[in-house]
């Protein structure tokens, strides 16, 4: 198979179909959820805690089997059901209707699978094993999560604004990307990875500074 193409999908909105209510369709619906999406479910059974969200309205939930016409106005399809027929029906009708795809039980049947995702703020560090141990992808993320902290989100907001600075104001492309290069240098993340954000903060003000002077 070809290499994976990744992509950072913006779900704000959107409706996102999931079809089967067990745990691993909860999963899948929070971080749908997390990213905005109109989230639909249909299962002739759901977990509590996704009827729990059904009861709050942050889903819509249509008891009963999956057919085709759940596909009609959806984005992003689902295929979670724990019946490998079920599955490959989602993934046929939706291959037919190009829709982006995700079918739990056999990655090579939908067109996309989801990765293990580190957040820090607006940082994003997904992990994939291509299916072959989501296990090891869990793993990964939890080791990135040990070195990736907390301040690198807070670090990324203030670098985000410097650099719509450092564009607005410095016009010598060289110049400009030697600023830039400067805010992320190696000592800059190894102050991040030991939480001095205070002290990065500092550098970063002065890296700016200089640069323009
Ligand atoms: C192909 C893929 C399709 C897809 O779902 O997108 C898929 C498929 C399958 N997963 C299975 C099992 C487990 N999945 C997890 C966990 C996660 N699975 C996720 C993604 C993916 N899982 C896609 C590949 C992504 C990749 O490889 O990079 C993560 C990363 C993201 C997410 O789902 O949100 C999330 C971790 C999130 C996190 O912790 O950050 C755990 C561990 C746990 O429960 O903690 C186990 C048990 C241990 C084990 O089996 O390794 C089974 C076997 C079922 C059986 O036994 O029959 C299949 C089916 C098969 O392999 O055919
Ligand atoms: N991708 C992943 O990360 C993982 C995938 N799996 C696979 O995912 C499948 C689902 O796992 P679980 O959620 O634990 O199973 P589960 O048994 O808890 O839930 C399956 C759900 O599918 C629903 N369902 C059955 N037929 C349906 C139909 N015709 N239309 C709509 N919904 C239907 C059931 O009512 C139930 O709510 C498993 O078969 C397993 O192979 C399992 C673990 C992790």
Known sequence: MSRRYFISLNLTGKTCLVVGGGQVAERKVHSLLECGAHVV???PSITPGLAKLAEEDKLVYRQGYYRVSDLAGVFLVIGAANREEVNRQVADDC????????IVDDQAKGNFFVPAVVRRGDLSIAVSTD???PML????REDLEKTYGAPFGEFLELLGDLRQEVIRNVADRDLKRAILENMVDSEVLSLLKEGCIERVKERLRSAYRSGRS
Do not use: E, T
Request: aromatic share 0%; glycine share 6%.
């Open 41 to 43: 479910v249909v299962s």
């Open 95 to 102: 291959a037919v209707r190009n829709l982006i795809v995700n």
């Open 131 to 133: 299916g072959k141990s």
């Open 137 to 140: 992808a869990r793993k990964i």
